[in-house]
């Protein structure tokens, strides 16, 4: 669909942003195409999602330069709003999205890579949030990301340095979870997305809300919001496969999502 390519393979689902020729630049066309395609996956047969950019130099350098450049002050919150709106939406789709970050994720690129639940990048990737060299701030929830992932300390010296970061130290920082050689980094997100997928997908779903509405509210009520989400567990035909099949020491032949 346009700039933005889908491929189903089994329960996983692979998102490429293709706008090699721009270094896969957020313009307000491939983030509708972004908006359409979330929306279009089934997640009754969807189990876990891939995000990546097309071509072997970028998966995302930014939003694109030229269309902001002209922006008045109530365009670029419009512009923001788009962004957020898109980010929010995987951020809180209910099964889990991997990033597959190969090479650029600058400005906007980090911001998407962060709204992902686990980011892996490749050996040459770049990280960062240029924006206050360019006399804006990060607009698609950099400020707030950034500083959840990696502290706020670290968060700030990115942001207010505008200081690009590679591989080994988005690494270091705990800004990824792992750096593949380029060649093996889609490889490597499809088997840790075949991992998650080979999982109870009710259950993986309900980790998912669990942790992110957990870090948004205080302990006591974070632990009665997965006491809840423990609970309803045990309404699922998955549960009693998993145990039966525990208590059985055998291993479940596929959960049915059920």
Do not use: H, W
């Amino acid at each position: 669909m346009g700039f933005v390519d889908y491929e189903q393979d089994g329960f996983v689902g692979l998102i490429t942003i293709n706008r090699p020729k721009a270094l896969n630049a957020l313009n307000s066309e491939v983030l509708k195409d972004l908006e359409a395609v979330i929306d279009a996956v089934d997640l009754d047969t969807t189990r876990a999602l891939i995000l990546t950019g097309a071509g072997s130099k970028s998966f995302v350098a930014g939003a694109d330069i030229g269309e902001m450049s002209t922006l008045t002050k109530e365009e670029g919150e419009a512009f923001g709003k788009i962004g957020n709106d898109v980010f929010r939406k995987i951020e809180t789709l209910p099964i889990p999205v991997i990033a597959a970050v190969n090479g650029f994720a600058l400005g906007g690129g980090c911001e998407i890579s962060m709204s992902c639940d686990i980011r892996i990048c490749s050996d040459n990737a770049m990280f960062g949030q240029p924006e206050v060299g360019l006399g804006i701030t990060p607009g698609f929830g950099g400020t707030q990301r950034l500083a959840r992932i990696v502290g706020v300390g670290k968060a700030k010296e990115m942001i207010y340095t505008a200081f690009n970061i590679k591989a080994d130290e988005a690494y270091r920082i705990g800004l990824v979870n792992a750096v593949y050689p380029q060649d093996e980094l889609l490889p490597a997100a499809k088997k840790m997305a075949a991992k998650i997928a080979k999982n109870a997908p009710i259950a993986v779903r309900a980790c998912k809300k669990a942790i992110n509405d957990g870090l948004d509210v205080g302990m006591d009520e974070a632990i009665v919001i997965e006491e809840k989400l423990f609970g309803s567990c045990f309404e699922t035909e998955d549960q009693v496969a998993g145990m039966t099949a525990f208590l059985n020491k055998t291993k479940v032949d596929g959960f049915k999502n059920k």
